[in-house]
């Protein structure tokens, strides 16, 4: 046999091999088979390192993966990456509805518990509201007088560094004074 019958063979088996994996990646998407590089090179009959190695038909079998396959009754079925999404947003869903039953369970809870509490005749007197109002005026009283005592601080630096200067000045030798 010459090198170039050898060549031809070789071209020749390499071709029926991408047919087989072609007509094995088009079957398992018409039929909702599994579309992976180890199912596909099973089906067709060839080794895996086949498909790594013709980057066409990994693109064509990452392709056909991503796609709905088509039913026999024409309708076609979800993707992977579909379905992986809606996972993914109903996780969501379902975290926001525990944080928000997490917050009314606590708000139920203090509410209840201040009932008991009320009704129990141990709770705290009515007057709650006012003193709660009381509080909230000491508070502003308190952020106004630490207002006042910061704005006494600033004149009374400024007043030492007038009369730190002032001192220099009298300090001085006559001759440097004006």
Do not use: C, K
């Given at each position: 046999m010459t090198e170039s019958a050898m060549i031809q063979g070789r071209r020749d088996d390499s071709a029926r091999r991408r047919q087989r994996v072609i007509k094995a990646i088009n079957d398992a998407a018409r039929t909702g088979g599994e579309l992976s590089v180890s199912a596909i090179a099973r089906a067709a009959g060839v080794d895996r390192t086949f498909l790594y190695r013709h980057r066409d038909l990994l693109t064509q079998l990452?392709?056909?993966?991503?796609?709905?396959a088509a039913n026999?009754?024409?309708t076609h079925t979800v993707s992977r990456a579909s379905l992986q999404a809606d996972l993914a947003a109903a996780h969501e869903r379902a975290r926001r509805q525990a944080?928000?039953?997490?917050?009314?369970e606590k708000k139920l809870s203090e509410l209840l518990g201040e009932q008991v509490?009320?009704?129990s005749g141990l709770g705290a007197p009515d007057d709650v509201d006012q003193l709660k109002r009381r509080i909230t005026e000491l508070e502003q009283a308190v952020v106004d007088l630490t207002g006042r005592c910061e704005e006494t601080e600033q004149e009374l630096d400024a007043a030492r560094a007038t009369n730190r200067e002032l001192m220099t000045q009298l300090n001085a030798p006559a001759r440097n004074r004006r």
């Open positions: 990452h392709t056909a993966a991503a796609e709905p026999p009754d024409g944080d928000r039953i997490r917050q009314l509490w009320r009704e």
